[in-house]
C-alpha cells in the first residue's frame, strides 16, 4: 500500500518488483517519460508569456526561432526517448513514418515500442486552457536483432504493457497503468518531483457529465444524436450536465474523477471520427478499463480493434461504463 507522500520515483521502483519479468528496464522508460514531463511542463508553461517569448514561427527576445510547442514537445519525448537503450521504435502524430530507434551497439536488441501524442490540444495554448501528453507502450513483437517494423506498431491495444498521459491543467499530474490499476502524481513544481496524489483513480460506475462537441450535431449519425437528447430529457437522473474542454485528457480526467462520458464520434464531416487509435483511444481506452470505465467505438472495445495504418482514426465513446453501455444501445438501435 502506498501512502500519499510517495514519489513517483519511490512508486515505480516499488511497482518494479510487483511487474512480471521487469528487468528494470519498464521502469527507466517511465523515468524517461517522467523527465520529458517536466521540460515540456516547463514549456508549456512559459508559453503564456507569448507576448514576450513570441508566437511559434518568430524570433523570441533571446533572437532565437520560436519553436511551434508541439513540435517541441514532440522533439523533447523523442529525444528523451532516444537516449534510453530500451526503446527500439517510436511513433508520434507529429510524425508521418514511425522512428527506428538503433541501440548503440546497432544491434537492435532494445524491445519497447512507444506510441506518442506529444500535444493533445495544442490549440488550446493560446487561449491557456489545458493541454495534455498520451503515450503507449508495447513490446516489440518481431524478432531482437532486426530493425522493427510496421508490424510492431500495428498491434491491438490489448497487448500494451502500459499507458498514461500528462495533463498540463491548474496543475500538472502524470497518470498512468501498467495493468495494475491507474494512479496519479501531481507535480510540485517547486521541488520538480511528482507525488502520489491520486492513488487507484476509478471511474464512478455511472455519472451526470456528458462531453461532446454539440456543435457538429447536424452531422452526427441517428443514435448519437437520440442519445444526446436522452443525456438532456427532464426525467429520472437528467439532464445532465453538458461540460467540453476541447482537450481530450482534460475531458477524460474530469469524468474519471467526478464520473461522465467522453464521445468523438464519426460524423458526415468525420467519417471515421478525430480521434487516433494508436496514440490517443488505445491508451485511453487502458487506462479507462484499468479503471472500472469502458471505451469503445460505439459498438466494439478500442482495445480489441485491429489497426490497419499508423493514424487511423476511430469514433470513440469512453467513461463510467454503465454511462457508455447506454450509449451504446442507442447506436446498436439505430
Ligand atoms: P473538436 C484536440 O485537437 C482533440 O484531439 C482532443 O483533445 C479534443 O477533445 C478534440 O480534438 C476537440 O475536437 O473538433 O471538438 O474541436
Request: glycine share 8%; net charge negative; hydrophobic share 35%.
Amino acid at each position: 500500500m502506498f501512502h500519499k507522500n510517495t514519489t513517483l520515483g519511490e512508486f515505480i521502483i516499488e511497482n518494479q518488483s510487483s511487474f512480471p519479468y521487469s528487468s528494470g528496464e519498464l521502469s527507466k522508460l517511465i523515468n524517461a517519460i517522467r523527465l520529458a514531463a517536466k521540460v515540456v511542463n516547463h514549456e508549456v508553461n512559459k508559453a503564456g508569456l507569448v507576448d514576450i517569448i513570441g508566437n511559434a514561427g518568430d524570433i523570441n527576445i533571446q533572437g532565437e526561432d520560436q519553436q511551434k510547442l508541439d513540435v517541441l514537445a514532440n522533439e523533447k519525448f523523442i529525444q528523451t526517448l532516444k537516449n534510453r537503450e530500451i526503446v527500439c521504435g517510436i511513433a508520434s502524430e507529429e510524425e508521418d513514418h514511425f522512428i527506428s530507434v538503433n541501440s548503440s551497439d546497432n544491434k537492435h536488441q532494445n524491445k519497447y515500442i512507444v506510441l506518442i501524442d506529444p500535444l493533445d490540444g495544442s490549440s488550446n495554448i493560446d487561449v491557456n486552457v489545458s493541454v495534455g501528453t498520451i503515450f503507449s507502450i508495447y513490446r516489440r513483437v518481431t524478432p531482437l536483432g532486426t530493425p522493427v517494423t510496421m508490424e510492431d506498431f500495428l498491434q491491438p491495444g490489448r497487448d500494451q504493457i502500459a499507458a498514461g498521459y500528462i495533463v498540463y491543467g491548474t496543475s500538472t499530474m502524470l497518470v498512468y497503468t501498467t495493468g495494475d490499476g491507474v494512479n496519479g502524481f501531481t507535480l510540485n513544481p517547486a521541488l520538480g518531483t511528482f507525488y502520489l496524489s491520486h492513488p487507484n483513480m476509478e471511474f464512478p460506475e455511472t455519472g451526470k457529465i456528458y462531453s461532446v462537441n454539440e456543435g457538429n450535431y447536424v452531422h452526427f449519425p441517428q443514435g448519437v444524436k437520440d442519445y444526446i437528447k436522452y443525456c438532456q430529457k427532464e426525467e429520472g437522473d437528467r439532464p445532465y450536465t453538458s461540460r467540453y474542454i476541447g482537450s481530450l485528457v482534460s475531458d477524460f480526467h474530469r469524468n474519471m474523477i467526478k464520473g461522465g462520458i467522453y464521445i468523438y464520434p464519426k460524423s458526415s464531416v468525420a467519417t471515421e471520427g478525430k480521434l487516433r487509435l494508436l496514440y490517443e483511444c488505445n491508451p485511453m481506452a487502458f487506462i479507462a478499463e484499468q479503471a472500472k470505465g469502458k471505451a469503445s467505438n460505439g459498438f466494439k472495445a478500442i482495445m480489441d480493434i485491429v489497426p490497419t495504418e499508423l493514424h487511423q482514426r476511430v469514433p470513440f465513446f469512453c467513461g463510467s461504463r454503465r454511462m457508455v453501455e447506454k450509449a451504446e444501445e442507442f447506436m446498436k438501435v439505430k
